[in-house]
C-alpha cells in the first residue's frame, strides 16, 4: 500500500501571525526601501557627474554641461 504524501501550501505551513506579517507589509519599510534606492540613485549621479569628462582637458562632466 502506497501512502500519498500531502502537500501544504505556504499557508497552511506558516501560523495566523506569520500569514498577517507576509500579508501587509509597514509603510515604514517601504518608505525606508524607496529612501534607500533613492539615495543610491541619486550618489550614482552624483559621482558620474563629478568625473572627468574623456574627451577634454580634466573637466568634470558637469562642467561640460554647463559650459555649453
Known amino acids: 500500500m502506497k501512502l500519498k504524501r500531502e502537500t ?6 506558516h ?11 509597514p509603510k515604514s519599510i517601504s518608505i ?8 543610491i540613485i541619486a ?3 552624483s559621482v558620474l557627474c563629478l568625473m ?4 577634454s582637458e580634466g573637466e568634470s562632466i558637469i562642467n561640460h554641461i554647463i559650459a555649453l
Open 43 to 45: 550618489a550614482i549621479i
Open 52 to 55: 572627468p569628462y574623456p574627451y
Open 15 to 25: 501560523s495566523e501571525k506569520m500569514r498577517k506579517l507576509i500579508k501587509d507589509i
Open 32 to 39: 525606508t526601501g524607496i529612501s534607500v534606492i533613492i539615495l
Open 8 to 13: 501544504l501550501t505556504d499557508q497552511e505551513i
